[in-house]
């Protein structure tokens, strides 16, 4: 049972288990549930390698809520520090700078210090599971967690429990990783900031009055301010990468299936991806490894940073994708001065900048948002229709936009994506190693601007790897004069995660970024 805990409007929060009723059954349409006997392939802990010294860079004063999760992994690893000190610096903090945030919608505090101690006592009895035993995270609300009320920020399943998690999350609980809580996120992660919103909206802790990016608002937002070490995300647009992007962190959309999406509630299936919203790339790294068993982390070091840079070719878009019916840049020209000064940077390292062609971006944009579109609105028509009353104002904008897609637009969009999937993996096989832009192409919006007009918010950056499904990670490249934080992309070859990684890790070496400690 999630814990009873004041609600931001200051009403009960109290829900029990109840049947699930005829509207509820309805949601099987929206979630693909997993199965029952869920076979995870567990690694043991002395077959996943972690860097030598990932703590290198930090300082003998620095707060537990400002490691990274590799900085704390090596530091429980080594039994420096306790899962129950890690958790309750998180709980503090979280007590202290949450109702500023709003990141979280349904906190776990009691059970994760119960997991806490329970982690504790296992790794002094010698029972380490590896590089995430012991490391606070959170869930976006669309992930189903079994007991713990998920919402998916709707008051469609405003009181919904699961008897079931997700089986991503099942698989970290596992690995030993401890649960915060429930994290915000647009509505039904596809609806956008309303004043009848069922929660606040989450802000970015860089600024409080602007918004810290879609879908995945939460999850960015938490680990930005220090609230937790990583938050699972989904991305089906750029919904990982473009609060990543917006919150000075770092995200993955890795290749679809890298990680389940099974229990994780739909909003256009063939291009939802589950993943995760870090501080850096080696923590992405870590995650991924203690996953598949895989030794991405090692490379991720001082040693093969530089060789990594060395020779690498990096494909950019010729104009930055200038729109072709007016010739005027996309981009703002602060974001493109920085992108610029990065690619100086990585040029000093040795690496190649090859422009390259790509699809005209305001084409990009309208197959993704079609596909996107057309697919939600197949998983939540339903309610559109016969309850209308249970969506916010900015889902049922969106929703009645879709309604007026067809199946012929659909299918012209999912061709002309077929067509674009293929001349990237070219590009990428035969001209460059890694494809580079910037991870946003404006600053983020304030929440009022958003309030105000829901298509403000731009993202365009992000619905090419989503049309085309190659692997693509967002990562600061520096910070704007505004004190907002400005982002690069990255995307490879498909499942080239490792690669993608080891790159972005060498960048963020490379022009020497450290997130700062936010609102403190």
């Not at 680990?223 to 993955?252: N, Y």
Request: include cysteine; hydrophobic fraction near 40%; aromatic fraction near 4%.
């Amino acid at each position: 049972m999630w814990e009873q805990r004041p609600r931001r409007d200051g009403a009960s929060q109290t829900t029990t288990h109840r049947p699930e009723c005829r509207a509820h059954i309805q949601i099987a349409s929206l979630i693909a549930v997993p199965r029952k006997a869920f076979h995870f392939k567990f690694h043991r802990a002395e077959s996943i390698k972690t860097p030598s010294n990932p703590s290198a860079d930090m300082h003998a004063d620095t707060p537990l809520h400002a490691l990274s999760l590799a900085q704390a992994s090596a530091l429980i690893r080594q039994q420096k520090i306790t899962p129950v000190q890690l958790v309750q610096a998180y709980i503090d903090r979280m007590e202290r700078l949450d109702g500023q945030v709003n990141a979280f919608v349904t906190p776990t505090l009691d059970a994760a210090m119960q997991a806490a101690h329970q982690a504790t006592r296992e790794i002094a009895q010698g029972q380490y599971r590896g590089p995430l035993h012991g490391i606070p995270m959170a869930h976006k609300d669309v992930y189903l967690t079994q007991g713990v009320r998920t919402t998916a920020h709707s008051r469609h399943l405003h009181d919904w429990v699961p008897t079931v998690s997700a089986t991503l999350v099942t698989g970290l609980e596992r690995l030993g990783v401890i649960s915060l809580g429930k994290t915000a996120c647009h509505e039904l992660a596809f609806g956008s900031p309303s004043e009848d919103d069922l929660f606040t909206p989450a802000r970015n802790p860089w600024h409080l009055a602007h918004m810290p990016g879609s879908s995945s608002s939460g999850s960015g937002a938490a680990v930005a301010a220090g609230l937790c070490l990583a938050a699972t995300g989904t991305d089906t647009g750029g919904s990982i990468r473009h609060p990543a992007a917006a919150c000075g962190v770092v995200g993955l959309k890795p290749t679809r299936h890298a990680y389940p999406m099974s229990g994780v509630i739909a909003l256009a299936p063939s291009l939802d991806v589950a993943g995760f919203l870090t501080r850096t790339a080696l923590d992405q790294a870590l995650i991924w490894d203690a996953w598949h068993g895989s030794d991405v982390a090692t490379a991720c070091t001082a040693d093969v940073q530089r060789s990594v840079l060395r020779g690498l070719r990096i494909g950019v878009p010729a104009g930055l994708w200038r729109n072709t019916e007016n010739g005027q840049a996309t981009h703002d020209p602060r974001i493109q001065a920085c992108f610029d000064e990065t690619l100086q940077t990585l040029q000093a390292e040795g690496s190649q900048v090859v422009t390259v062609d790509l699809p005209p971006q305001p084409a990009v944009v309208q197959a993704a948002n079609t596909l996107i579109a057309y697919e939600a609105f197949q998983q939540l028509q339903h309610i559109w229709r016969d309850h209308p009353d249970q969506l916010g104002q900015g889902l049922r904008q969106k929703l009645a936009g879709a309604a007026q897609l067809s199946l012929n637009n659909y299918h012209a969009a999912r061709v002309q994506a077929d067509v674009w999937q293929q001349q990237v993996s070219t590009l990428l096989a035969e001209q460059v190693d890694v494809l580079m832009w910037p991870g946003r192409e404006a600053l983020p919006e304030t929440l009022q601007a958003l309030m105000a007009n829901p298509t403000a918010q731009r993202s365009a950056c992000n619905r090419l790897f989503s049309l085309t499904g190659h692997p693509a990670l967002t990562c600061p490249m520096g910070v704007s004069t505004q004190g907002l934080p400005m982002a690069l992309q990255i995307g490879a070859a498909m499942h080239g995660e490792g690669h993608v990684l080891q790159v972005a890790h060498a960048v963020a070496s490379a022009i020497d970024w450290h997130l700062p400690v936010l609102l403190d």
